[in-house]
């Protein structure tokens, strides 16, 4: 088992910036790439971005490309989402996660263990 921490979040005003920590401890050795999800209130979790352990590869979600950034060091087992140019709509609680497996990259089953989140709010 992967355990997942998050920090970073906190209140910014549109189009500002923030950059969320997420610290992996356990077996990450069998982490095959790390994610970031979030979830808005009243909506399901949705995939934002992800990135391979390894490789470096990622993969973005349409409505933050271009704005975020996913990065990893691995030597602190640790991943970062650099946030910029904020809107209300990134409002949410963000979730970093962790898969063992190569599917399902944007799918929340796809990922084995999930941290607590980190609450953005963004304002007008």
């Known amino acids: 088992q992967v355990q997942l921490v998050e920090s970073g979040g906190g209140l910014v005003q549109a189009g500002g910036s923030l950059r969320l920590s997420c610290a992996a401890s356990?077996?990450?050795?069998?982490?095959?790439?790390m994610a970031w999800f979030r979830q808005a209130a009243g909506k399901e979790r949705e995939f934002v971005t992800a990135?391979?352990?390894?490789?470096?590869?990622?993969d973005y979600a349409d409505s933050v490309k271009g704005r975020f950034t996913i990065s990893r060091d691995n030597a602190k087992n640790t991943v970062y989402l650099q946030m910029n140019s904020l809107k209300p709509e990134d409002t949410a609680v963000y979730y970093c996660?962790?898969?063992?497996?190569?599917?399902?990259?944007?799918?929340?089953?796809?990922?084995?263990?999930w941290g607590k989140g980190t609450q953005v709010t963004v304002s007008s």
């Open positions: 356990g077996r990450t050795f069998s982490i095959y790439r």
């Open positions: 990135i391979t352990r390894n490789a470096g590869n990622t």
């Open positions: 996660a962790a898969s063992e497996g190569r599917s399902f990259w944007y799918e929340v089953y796809g990922y084995n263990d």
